[in-house]
């Protein structure tokens, strides 16, 4: 192999390690390992037919000039996406920091402080900017944060509603097209029934639950909300509002109004366009609600020690819990675009942020006045940033074209024009020239802004927001900087230790695959340019799907779910389209085994089917006998089987195509979940065992990092029959002939970070690719053989192998008073990130080390893994005062002058020599997840408060 290929870079294990690795686990090869832990049956008889694996010098080159094809106009298209300025010191600091973008989500509380309080930071942004109770830590965008919110209100009806079996739901003409696209997909399976007309004519009929309002509407006019909100909550209509963050900082905020949800985008906030993603999207309700709110939710608590901590609040009503009861299956958020925003919102401050809008608004009225000048009506009465036309279209586009500008034409006679914090005189100035030129006039020049306000006083915001300290001290760049390393040093990231999450995948994100990322020929195309203008884009998408096709064995992707959950999703629908076009409407049933994960079940309810669990065996695998008969039991009424492969308990199950033709005997589909792919790629594929679609996560399998719990892309991809049901966008054409509608805003969902999975592929190609799969398993068995020595470990494959994962079963030490909790706790004293924790098996630890880890990381863990193990042999249930208990250590607490603990400061803080080298301090101690739920506080605004009581 040549000494500079990626794979070399990629791959943790030197040739030499390897060698002693095999011996460790008593192979004579890589082969032999592999062939002990595939089914043979199920083995790719080919390679994959890929391109040649590039250097990453040549593939830098290569999407440079792949990046040029993208033509850079001046969008000012709007409708949702707005060119934003990225303060420098958060491109540096955050968006290219591994420390920030490695982190996986803050399920270890203790060793991710620092994003918590950036997120506690964006969700006060949230509550204070929309006025409302309480927020999360994000969405995946605006569209499908609506129909979250749409979703919440249909949960939370009336117990009369509930009985009369109310279904109706008011959207408003004014809503984004991509929105209502995405109500649509959503609405069909809850069986919720859109009525789509203009708010200023509803009559207010008994038979609605729920109403959804755009602030300001997508073509830019600003309304008042009040009377509506008010008549609507007489007859208990809950009323949704889909609001610019960026309006609110000047127009009255929703919640004032009296809106029970407000949702949207936080785009504005610092975030590249990136072809439509990602970007954070924001959901703030009343308290009352906060037991249906989707998504991760911040909020404070206490450590051991009763000083102030953060942690994520009330995840008994996340997915992974509630299985089919849940009302939403969203697990990956937009945590690093979230954080991003949130720094934006400190960086300016409420007088920046004021400043920042108010210009926008004056850019926006500037326009308007010149064109007015030349003749040109504007109709929007009241607006903020956006004015609609009327202008001859035919006439207006080839000349704003030919000087590289985008404008939104709604019709032959209407045009809207959204203005942008990034907008200059000389922008206004080119605007108004084309205008003139249309026209047949002459413009004169503009060299100052108006100072007119076109909205009135009653909706001017008159309110407070973004009092509290943080927003008010870091305003200069050293302050800023130092404010973001402060809260970096608080987390574990990849650029410290391993992370061995168990069904995370938790691979080297490589600085090549994310350089490009950062280049304004990718992050600054609006997703509804001209087809020609994105040309780039377009070959990258494609190219990207065609990889994926090949990869998976399947005929067609989309690439527009933006998280694995909506991958779900999207497939599951795409399966009903299919059923309900062949006239097998009752088909609705899907099969799931007991062991999968909680997305799974979610997901199907969501898709309007009924959960039926399937059983497995002790050994871990599906009961095929199990399967079978209901499989048979409900053959007239069988959707589809969701299956994880290998197995969530890191298996590859043997009868995997028995399996799956049984499901196809009973006129089913099956359902591949693509969470544990880095176990097939290049070696098998979801084709080849019989699946008929997959989603993947981009972020596990093809290096996508997680950002502390998103950006995520969930791909799937389908088989030959599924292609025409891909899902469309109501503005690009995208999608099967028969396409259901939207999944997501963005017709290609997350595009920016799918250069990051393009590179992946291009630079490893079909040998690198088998190898990182190879290195996988390799790298499982060798943990496996030296962690066996210490813990029983709960699941093999035939031949006593595992796959790419393997669970430890520590229940045994119940009686010894350690749990499983005291053990991923104590980890954090020794450097490392705790592995996934009683998933899928209550009171155990599932381990996935990735091909990226070298021997000396593993062998550190093992040996940490190792050590514990003594502790807990010197453990009674008797003292239930030791190492484990208190575990995790901080600085605080090993430099107090009282010491009465018995064991050393040394054992506490340094258990192992390689400890002392590169010593990660937690700056809490155990938190206090009970307390946090009982007091639920989930804003920056009443911490003192709490800290005083």
């Not at 926008?360 to 004015?387: C, M, P, R, S, Y």
């Not at 024009?417 to 108004?432: G, K, M, P, Q």
Request: aromatic content about 8%; hydrophobic content about 40%; overall charge negative.
């Amino acid at each position: 192999m040549k000494t500079n290929a990626f794979a070399l870079r990629h791959i943790g294990p030197r040739p030499e390690d390897i060698a002693e690795m095999l011996k460790t686990v008593k192979a004579d090869s890589i082969e032999q390992l592999i062939n002990e832990t595939f089914p043979d049956a199920i083995r790719l008889k080919e390679d994959l037919n890929l391109a040649p694996a590039m250097t990453e010098y040549e593939y830098l080159s290569h999407i440079q000039a792949l990046g040029n094809k993208n033509k850079i106009f001046r969008s000012f298209i709007g409708l949702g996406y707005n060119e934003a300025v990225v303060p420098a010191a958060i491109i540096r600091n955050v968006f290219e920091n591994p420390g920030w973008y490695t982190a996986y989500t803050p399920y270890q509380a203790e060793v991710a402080q620092g994003r918590l309080e950036a997120l506690l930071n964006f969700q006060t942004t949230v509550i204070e900017l929309s006025g409302m109770e309480i927020a999360n830590a994000s969405l995946l965008d605006e569209s499908t944060a609506a129909a979250e919110a749409m979703i919440l209100l249909f949960d939370v009806r009336t117990r009369d509603q509930k009985k009369n079996n109310v279904v109706k739901f008011f959207v408003s003409e004014e809503i984004l097209p991509q929105t209502l696209s995405v109500l649509q997909t959503r609405a069909t399976p809850f069986g919720v029934e859109l009525v789509v007309g203009n708010h200023e004519e509803f009559d207010f009929s008994e038979e609605f639950f729920g109403a959804i309002l755009q602030y300001p509407g997508k073509h830019g006019i600003v309304a008042d909300y009040a009377d509506f909100i008010n008549q609507a909550k007489a007859k208990d209509i809950k009323v949704a509002v889909a609001a610019d963050i960026m309006s609110l900082v000047l127009l009255t905020p929703p919640g004032e109004m009296g809106a029970d949800v407000v949702v949207g985008t936080t785009q504005r906030f610092g975030i590249p366009l990136g072809f439509g993603g990602p970007h954070a999207a924001f959901f703030a309700t009343k308290e009352e609600y906060k037991r249906s709110m989707p998504g991760r939710i911040i909020g404070v608590s206490k450590d051991a020690d009763d000083n102030f901590a953060l942690r994520m609040a009330l995840q008994t009503r996340e997915q992974h819990i509630k299985r089919e009861k849940a009302t939403s299956n969203i697990c990956t958020a937009q945590v690093l675009l979230a954080v991003m925003a949130s720094f934006y919102a400190v960086y300016h401050g409420p007088k920046g942020l004021t400043n920042i809008a108010s210009l926008i608004h004056a850019k926006a009225v500037t326009v308007a006045t010149e064109l007015g000048k030349l003749g040109i009506e504007q109709l929007n009465a009241n607006f903020f940033d956006t004015i609609l036309v009327k202008a001859d279209a035919a006439k207006v586009k080839p000349i704003a074209e030919a000087n590289s500008i985008n404008f939104n034409y709604i019709d032959a006679n209407t045009i809207s024009i959204s203005l942008n914090e990034t907008v200059e005189l000389a922008d206004i100035n080119a605007i108004v020239n084309v205008f003139a030129q249309a026209t047949g006039k002459t413009a004169t020049e503009v060299t100052a802004l108006s100072t007119e306000i076109k909205y009135q006083d009653k909706l001017k915001r008159t309110s407070k927001f973004l009092e509290h300290a943080v927003f008010n001290s870091y305003h200069s760049e050293t302050e800023l900087m130092r404010y973001i390393k402060k809260l970096e040093r608080k987390d574990l990231a990849l650029n410290h230790s391993m992370i061995s999450l168990g069904s995370c995948t938790m691979k080297l994100n490589a600085a090549a695959e994310m350089l490009p990322l950062s280049n304004a020929q990718w992050n600054n195309v609006h997703p509804f340019v001209p087809a020609d203008q994105a040309q780039g884009y377009l070959e990258m998408l494609h190219g990207l799907e065609e990889k994926l096709n090949v990869i998976t064995g399947f005929a067609g992707t989309t690439l527009q779910p933006n998280s694995g959950a909506q991958g779900e999703y999207a497939g599951l629908m795409a399966i009903r389209a299919y059923h309900h076009s062949r006239g097998d409407f009752q088909r609705d049933i899907a099969l799931i085994p007991a062991s999968a994960h909680g997305t799974n079940p979610a997901s199907a309810a969501m898709a309007g089917m009924k959960v039926v669990v399937t059983k497995t065996t002790p050994e871990g695998n599906i009961d095929v006998a199990d399967l079978k008969a209901k499989a048979e039991q409900y053959k007239d009424n069988l959707s589809c089987l969701m299956v994880t492969y290998p197995s969530t308990h890191g298996v590859y199950e043997s009868a995997i195509m028995e399996i799956t033709q049984i499901i196809h005997d009973n006129g089913g589909q099956v359902y591949m979940d693509g969470a544990n792919m880095n176990a097939q790629v290049a070696i098998t594929n979801p084709a080849n065992i019989g699946a008929d679609v997959c989603h993947l996560n981009l972020h596990k399998t093809f290096a996508i990092p997680h950002g502390g719990g998103g950006p995520g892309v969930g791909p799937i991809c389908v088989a030959e029959h599924l292609v025409p049901f891909l899902p469309t966008n109501p503005i690009v054409k995208v999608g099967g002939e028969k396409g259901i509608t939207a999944i997501s805003a963005a017709p290609y969902g997350s595009a920016l970070v799918c250069l990051i999975s393009y590179g992946y592929i291009a630079m490893l190609g079909t040998e690198g690719l088998k190898k990182v799969t190879q290195q996988a398993i390799l790298n499982a068995n060798y943990m496996k053989s030296r962690l066996e020595e210490h813990y029983s470990i709960l699941y093999t494959g035939e031949k006593g192998r595992a796959a790419h994962e393997m669970i430890v079963d520590v229940r045994e030490f119940k009686e010894k008073g350690i749990e499983v909790t005291d053990i991923a706790k104590r980890l954090i004293d020794y450097g490392f990130h705790a592995p996934t924790v009683s998933f899928p098996v209550a009171g155990t630890l599932m381990i996935e080390p990735t091909e990226s880890e070298s021997k000396e990381e593993l062998d550190r863990f093992c040996d940490a893994m190792a050590s514990i193990r003594q502790e807990i042999e010197n453990a009674t249930i008797e003292n239930p005062v030791n190492e484990l208990k208190n575990a995790p250590h901080t600085l605080a607490l090993l430099t107090a002058d009282n010491w009465d603990l018995p064991y050393s400061r040394q054992k506490a803080a340094y258990p192992l020599p390689y400890v002392a080298e590169n010593k990660l301090w937690p700056t809490v101690r155990r938190i206090d997840d009970a307390y946090g739920d009982r007091n639920l506080i989930c804003s920056c605004a009443p911490i003192e408060a709490y800290l005083e009581n």
